[in-house]
């Protein structure tokens, strides 16, 4: 079954227009529509053009202008160098397929990771704690046990050699 696009108008005035819920969005709410998977298109309202290139280029590069960026400076001039080269065609999909590697490399360590942690960490870090609770309960026995083992019994010298007057 093919996927239907959602179709976000943008006019003239910068304003985008989804038409899935007949209301104007934000590139903020672009953006969620990004990470939330949904598969939609950006188009010019008057030509048809399609936008979509342009509107999420303009949300990384909000994005990069904001706390940390991701794309440093020697890696942009790389990309542009790309541009007009010989290998332009390759860069893209060359991109894409490491970008993929790198995603399911990440998804593979967070699974190991889970089944190395359980359900939650909290549940490790339960285990643990019973774990040292019982080495702690342990531990004290034996200094009671050790403690009522060399403790004088009534009737008896409290050292040896020495006897009870």
Do not use: C
């Not at 080269?85 to 990771?113: H, I, K, W």
């Amino acid at each position: 079954m093919a996927q239907t696009n959602r179709i976000i108008k943008k006019y003239p005035n910068r304003r985008l227009y989804d038409t899935e819920i007949s209301s104007y969005i934000t590139l903020e709410e672009v953006r969620q529509l990004v990470l939330d998977g949904e598969h939609f298109e950006v188009r010019d309202a008057k030509s048809g053009e399609d936008l979509t290139r342009s509107v999420l280029l303009q949300i990384i590069s909000e994005h990069e202008e904001k706390g940390q960026p991701m794309l440093s400076p020697q890696l942009l001039s790389q990309i542009i160098r790309f541009y007009g080269d010989s290998l332009q065609g390759f860069m893209g999909p060359y991109l894409e397929r490491s970008l993929q590697v790198f995603l399911d490399q990440q998804q593979q360590f967070r699974s190991q990771l889970n089944s190395l942690m359980g359900q939650t960490p909290w549940s490790l870090l339960n285990e643990l704690t019973e774990r040292n609770l019982d080495a702690w309960k342990s531990m004290q026995r034996g200094f009671l046990d050790t403690a009522s083992q060399t403790a004088p019994n009534p009737g008896q010298p409290s050292r040896p050699g020495t006897k009870k007057p």
